[in-house]
C-alpha cells in the first residue's frame, strides 16, 4: 500500500465541521478496505458523492473461455491486439482466473464523455507505449514508457493520452495489491535491503476541485458485469482529503535488480503481490559473477504456479525470438527453461538489457476465446 498523503484542504480534526465560505458543509466521504479495518482515505467534496441521476442497463463483460484445463505451454503476440478508439472497448482479457484477469488494450482516444471506476478489482496498468495524464479524485498522476499504474478498487478515473499509439498491459486484481511484505518492517515502512523505496513512488500531485453540476456518466464495473451510472456531479469535485487509499505510480526503470555469484531465482525481482499471485520486473542488470557462472535461467518446473511473462524490450538470453508485446504461458508441472544453444551462448556475458513483466499465479490461469486469435501455435515445440 501507498503510505500516508495529504493533498488540498482538509479540516484539522476527522468527522468535524467542515464548511465553505458560504457557510455550508462539505461532505466527507470514509473510502475504506475490508470494511472499517484496513487501509483507507477521507475525501472533503463540494457536494455529497450520493447524487445518482440514473442508472442504466447493466451489460455483461464477461470474457469467454476457450481451455479451463490448460496443460501447454503458449504464446501470444500482444501487439496484434488492433487499435480501438474507446478505452473499455480497447481492453482484452487474455488469461484469467478466479484471483486476477490478465488483460491487453490498445486504446486511441481519451475518455472525453466518460468516466469508469472497478469497484471490484484493483488495477495495475503498464505502460508499454505511450503517455499521458491519469485524473481522479485525489489529482494527476502524469505516466509514460515503463510506468506500472495502481489503482485502487472503487477510485473512479480518467485517462488523457497525448497520442493514438498507445499499448498496455493490465492486471486486475480481485484482492488488494501491495508491496510485497517481504520488503515492509512492522511499520510498513520499505526496507532498507528493498530494491526501490519511498522515493521512487509518485503520488498524485495538482488536485483540482470541479464545482460543476450536470450528468457525468460514470461506468462501474462490478464482477464481469459493466454499470452505466449518471452522476448530478462531477466526480472530481473534492476540495481534499488524506488517508493510504489512492492510485500511485512506480517506474518499471526504478526497480534495482538484485544479482548474485550465481543465477538468481524469479522471487529477487517481485514488485508487487496480491492473494494467490506476484507481479515481478525483469530489468537490465549485471549477470552472475562467479567464475563459472551460467548466467542463462535453469530448466524449472513450477509445480505449483503458472507462469506468464510479457516482453516489454531488449534481447533475451535465454529466447531466440523475441518480440514486443509477446506473451508466454507456462503452465503448472510442465518444465521450461532457455531455448537450445542459449545456454552456452550466455557463458561469459557480462549484463542483459532485457525488460519484462511476469505474472506467477498460484491457481491455474484460463485462455480466452480472444488469446486464440493471437497464438502463435508451435511455441510449445520450440524447444526442439
Not at 455483461?60 to 476457450?66: E, F
Not at 489503482?151 to 498507445?166: A, C
Amino acid at each position: 500500500m501507498p503510505h500516508y498523503n495529504q493533498a488540498g484542504s482538509i479540516p484539522s480534526k476527522r468527522h468535524t465541521q467542515f464548511r465553505k465560505s458560504n457557510g455550508e458543509l462539505y461532505s466527507e466521504e470514509l473510502v475504506s478496505t475490508e470494511g472499517f479495518s484496513n487501509v483507507y482515505s477521507l475525501i472533503y467534496h463540494t457536494y455529497p458523492p450520493t447524487m445518482v441521476k440514473d442508472v442504466g442497463m447493466p451489460y455483461s463483460v464477461a470474457p469467454k473461455l476457450s481451455d479451463k484445463t490448460n496443460m501447454q505451454h503458449r504464446c501470444y503476440n500482444g501487439f496484434r491486439v488492433p487499435a480501438t478508439d474507446d478505452y473499455l472497448e480497447s481492453r482484452k482479457a487474455v488469461l484469467v482466473n478466479n484471483d486476477c484477469h490478465i488483460v491487453i488494450a490498445a486504446p486511441r482516444k481519451s475518455m472525453k464523455d466518460y468516466f469508469y471506476k472497478n469497484s471490484g478489482a484493483d488495477e495495475v496498468i503498464f505502460i508499454h507505449v505511450g503517455s499521458g495524464v491519469l485524473n481522479t479524485i485525489y489529482g494527476e498522476l502524469k505516466f509514460k514508457y515503463g510506468d506500472y499504474i495502481t489503482i485502487p478498487r472503487g477510485t473512479i478515473y480518467q485517462i488523457n493520452f497525448d497520442t493514438e499509439d498507445n499499448r498496455l498491459f493490465i492486471v486486475e486484481s480481485f484482492t488488494p495489491i501491495v508491496y510485497p511484505k517481504k520488503y515492509r518492517n512492522d511499520f510498513g515502512q520499505l526496507l532498507e535491503n528493498s530494491p526501490f523505496c519511498e522515493r521512487d513512488i509518485i503520488v498524485p500531485s495538482n488536485l483540482q476541485t470541479y464545482d460543476e453540476k450536470g450528468d457525468f456518466k460514470v461506468m462501474i464495473k462490478r464482477g464481469d458485469m459493466m454499470y452505466p451510472y449518471i452522476l448530478a456531479t462531477h466526480p472530481f469535485d473534492a476540495i481534499g482529503w488524506d488517508g493510504c487509499h489512492y492510485p500511485y505510480i512506480f517506474s518499471i526503470h526504478n526497480f534495482e535488480p538484485i544479482t548474485g555469484r550465481v543465477h538468481q531465482p524469479p522471487p529477487v525481482h517481485q514488485t508487487f503481490e496480491a492473494h494467490n499471485f506476484v507481479i515481478c520486473s525483469f530489468c537490465p542488470r549485471l549477470y552472475d559473477y562467479h567464475p563459472n557462472a551460467i548466467p542463462a535461467p535453469y530448466n524449472h518446473s513450477n509445480v505449483d504456479s503458472d507462469e506468464v511473462l510479457y516482453y516489454v524490450d531488449g534481447d533475451f538470453m535465454s529466447r531466440k525470438h523475441v518480440e514486443k508485446g509477446m506473451i508466454t504461458l507456462h503452465p503448472i508441472g510442465i518444465p521450461h527453461g532457455p531455448h537450445p544453444g542459449t545456454v552456452e551462448k550466455s557463458i561469459g556475458k557480462k549484463e542483459t538489457l532485457e525488460l519484462a513483466v511476469m505474472v506467477d499465479t498460484f491457481r491455474p490461469l484460463w485462455v480466452t476465446e480472444y488469446a486464440l486469435e493471437l497464438e502463435s501455435k508451435e511455441y510449445y515445440k520450440s524447444w526442439i
